[in-house]
């Protein structure tokens, strides 16, 4: 309804589905924020929610 065109990707893969979607918003993570945003991430110093990573996945969709 906001003019957007719709689209939906697949992402499992058995015991690991979720890797796609989590190595995608580290990419964009990496060219949005600091480098020290994403080490903090990788090593659970920051939530899911920080606004950093919000930003990267609303970026990617």
Same mark, same amino acid.
């Given at each position: 309804?906001? +003019?957007? !065109?719709? #689209?939906?990707?697949?992402?499992?893969?058995? +015991?690991? !589905?979720? #890797?796609?979607?989590?190595?995608?918003?580290?990419?964009?993570?990496?060219?949005?924020?600091?480098?020290?945003?994403?080490?903090?991430?990788?090593?659970?110093?920051?939530?899911?929610?920080?606004?950093?990573?919000?930003?990267?996945?609303?970026?990617?969709?």
């Amino acid at each position: 309804a906001d +003019g957007g !065109t719709p #689209w939906c990707i697949s992402m499992e893969h058995g +015991g690991v !589905t979720g #890797w796609v979607a989590t190595d995608w918003i580290e990419d964009v993570l990496l060219r949005t924020a600091p480098p020290e945003t994403y080490d903090q991430w990788v090593n659970h110093e920051i939530p899911f929610n920080d606004p950093a990573v919000i930003n990267a996945a609303n970026i990617v969709g």
